[in-house]
């Protein structure tokens, strides 16, 4: 069955789908599989979008299954943003291409932002691209400089200068090290609003681990666990809390905190090395911030001073709340990494122009 860009779908415990469609344009809209979340989250989920005003219609139930993608409180399911998308090196219209080809596969993903017409930090991207697949066992027969290439591509055929590209390399499940498939696409996208980034926004915690922390792999039971306390909760985020009561990562973002002007975050071995994450290490050394790895109690989350998430569309985000504990948002030292970030942004958009 395709799905055109403005359609939504949501399992249920019975093997339907109830189809919904929202505005073209709306990027917040309702899917889940039954193994996802329940169906009085979707039921809560729902309630709380028509308090936003969101219209949406319920059209028709099918039998079949769909790829997910998530980020905050906000479920996507792979609804592509533009016209055109890279499938298998071939350019080919969103509205003709049929998502269910991603179903029963292992794959893994990057997330790279757009911004002027530049994909953010893709050296990165790719270097962590091609460690997930190492680690996993995978193979990838594309090289760096065709995956730039057709990026580029992208973004030139749809005529667009911001948002935010899904890459995600595909491989057949009977066989982990045969590449089946090569997605490029624009997704809808959430960034932070001023208010946000000015206040901070509240998250909760989850108590899972992934199975692989370094390897970026769609669709972890971590992740699962995670969107049902997101939706439930009405939260921005969650963090993970492992089976010893650590601090690990957010289920989609990494977590630093500061505790007497020194910057604490979880160490790499337990978590998904993002690329923002690396960058604000590297500046605090880069500029005499004080900053260490190291395993932090879920106890212990009460007594810091501040906290803050670090990820693709989030950049440094400060936390106004983690459960019922309040944090300050207006930490100078976490204000000066929001600035030395923008500028480390500025310059590497400078170098590819």
Do not use: W
């Not at 979707?42 to 979008?49: D, G």
């Amino acid at each position: 069955m395709n799905i055109s860009m403005n359609q939504v779908l949501y399992q249920n415990t019975h093997n339907t789908i109830i189809l919904l469609v929202m505005p073209r344009q709306s990027i917040i809209l309702i899917a889940y599989f039954a193994r996802i979340c329940t169906i009085s989250v979707l039921i809560r989920t729902i309630t709380n979008l028509l308090f936003k005003n969101v219209k949406q219609n319920i059209l028709k139930l099918y039998e079949n299954d769909i790829q997910i993608i998530t980020f905050g409180a906000y479920y996507f399911v792979m609804e592509y943003d533009q016209e055109y998308l890279i499938h298998n090196f071939k350019l080919k219209r969103c509205s003709e291409f049929n998502i269910s080809k991603l179903r029963k596969a292992i794959a893994i993903y990057e997330v790279i932002k757009i911004e002027q017409g530049i994909p953010i930090f893709l050296e990165q991207h790719l270097n962590r691209l091609f460690n997930s697949a190492d680690i996993s066992n995978l193979s990838i027969n594309e090289s760096y400089c065709d995956i730039d290439i057709l990026i580029g591509e992208l973004i030139k055929k749809n005529n667009t200068k911001e948002g935010k590209i899904n890459l995600v390399i595909r491989f057949e499940k009977r066989n982990g090290s045969n590449e089946k498939d090569l997605l490029i696409y624009f997704t809808p996208h959430y960034f932070p609003s001023v208010d946000e980034y000015k206040n901070g926004v509240e998250i909760g915690s989850c108590h899972a681990t992934r199975g692989n922390p370094n390897a970026k792999i769609l669709n972890t039971e971590a992740r699962i666990r995670a969107n049902n306390k997101i939706v439930e909760e009405n939260l921005f985020e969650v963090l993970l809390i492992n089976d010893e009561g650590f601090v690990t990562e957010g289920s989609r973002s990494n977590v630093f905190f500061i505790k007497d002007n020194k910057i604490i975050t979880p160490p790499v071995k337990d978590v998904l090395n993002g690329i923002t994450r690396m960058n604000i290490i590297k500046l605090c050394r880069q500029n005499n911030i004080e900053i260490v790895e190291a395993k932090i109690q879920y106890s212990q989350i009460k007594d810091m001073d501040t906290l803050f998430l670090t990820g693709t569309s989030l950049h440094a985000l400060a936390v106004r709340k983690f459960e019922d504990v309040e944090f300050n948002t207006n930490n100078k030292i976490l204000n000066r990494l929001m600035e030395l970030y923008k500028e480390l942004t500025e310059k590497y958009i400078s170098s590819k122009t």
